[in-house]
């Protein structure tokens, strides 16, 4: 990709990024950093990069990273904001050109209000971040080079899904907790979800019962889509070879104290081994798995995003028959 190219994909992202020249002057910040430090993206063009800066040392720190042409990984520095808020933030500095790139990643405290599993996965999306910069830039060299149109398709999914991780990481390092609503086609995210498992190495036969009659809700495509991933994951570490995604509506249906008048059901059903029976009455909480090498925080993630929509999370399960049931209110859309 072209520099044109590179700018303009930077430009539409969350993490914040800038260059900095041989002086250590900004030639270039991406709107999200300049929102943070609320600068216009031209009058950002020339400040000294001192200037932003909490720690003089830092400064001092990347001139001898500009002049050994090094990378380096700075935790919790303080960058000031033109209206003297500081900000504390990772960086990642690396040489770029005759200058260097810096990838900003805000930082918050801790809210008051903030549910364990919360804090975990702030945690967790800290450090994915850099893994998955690596991944996407490797599917972009992949795409780059290969000439088969299905490897170059494929290496675009890996770029897709980047992509769609580091904004939930960042949603979740800023405190970003709300859903961000807009109108979502829940067969089209399953459709993705099936292009998704057909590149896996020994993808599973998937079957679809849809109801060409549910209309689009209100949610976040985002979330809803790690929803699914996660139920579908879960399906395949449980040895299934069979998935059936299926939609329906419903009428009347109680979730805790209220009654939805109308709701979306979701079914992922698969014909794995089950859930043990030891971990049925504790299966969404975090950090439990039935797996040595699982995290347990799959499905308690995924009764969070439910719970964040208005919805509910269900599992009935027998070996050969295992049902997660997603329930999404509709009446928001068409009240």
Request: include cysteine.
């Amino acid at each position: 990709m072209n520099e044109t190219g590179w700018r303009a994909r930077a430009e539409q992202m969350a993490t914040g990024l800038a260059l900095v020249d041989a002086q250590l002057r900004l030639s270039w910040i991406n709107p999200a950093l300049a929102d943070w430090l609320e600068l216009g993206l031209r009058s950002a063009v020339g400040q000294p990069l001192g200037l932003l800066l909490g720690d003089p040392d830092a400064l001092a720190q990347a001139g001898r990273l500009l002049a050994e042409q090094r990378s380096a990984q700075w935790r919790g520095v303080s960058l000031v904001a033109a209206g003297g808020r500081e900000i504390t933030v990772d960086i990642a500095l690396q040489p770029f050109e005759d200058g260097l790139l810096l990838e900003v990643h805000a930082l918050a405290e801790p809210l008051a209000n903030s549910s364990p599993l919360s804090a975990t996965l702030r945690g967790f999306a800290h450090e994915v971040k850099n893994p998955l910069a690596g991944l996407r830039g490797a599917a972009q060299l992949l795409q780059r080079r290969v000439d088969n149109e299905d490897l170059r398709s494929l290496a675009g999914l890996i770029i897709d899904e980047a992509d769609r991780l580091g904004t939930l990481a960042n949603r979740l390092l800023h405190h970003d907790g709300a859903v961000r609503l807009g109108p979502v086609n829940i067969h089209q995210l399953l459709e993705r979800l099936t292009d998704l498992l057909q590149a896996e190495p020994s993808p599973p036969q998937l079957r679809h019962d849809y109801d060409p009659s549910v209309p689009d809700l209100l949610g976040d495509a985002d979330r809803l889509q790690q929803v699914l991933l996660n139920l579908a994951r879960n399906a395949l570490e449980a040895h299934a070879c069979t998935l059936t995604l299926r939609t329906r509506v419903e009428h009347g249906v109680r979730l805790g104290e209220r009654v939805l008048r109308m709701a979306l059901r979701v079914d992922v059903i698969d014909d794995g081994i089950g859930v043990p029976s030891a971990l049925r009455d504790t299966l969404f909480q975090p950090l439990v798995s039935g797996r040595a090498d699982g995290s347990g925080l799959g499905l308690a993630l995924s009764r969070e995003i439910a719970h964040g929509h208005g919805g509910e999370l269900r599992c009935t399960s027998r070996p050969g028959d295992t049902v997660f049931s997603l329930y999404l209110p509709l009446e928001r859309a068409h009240d």
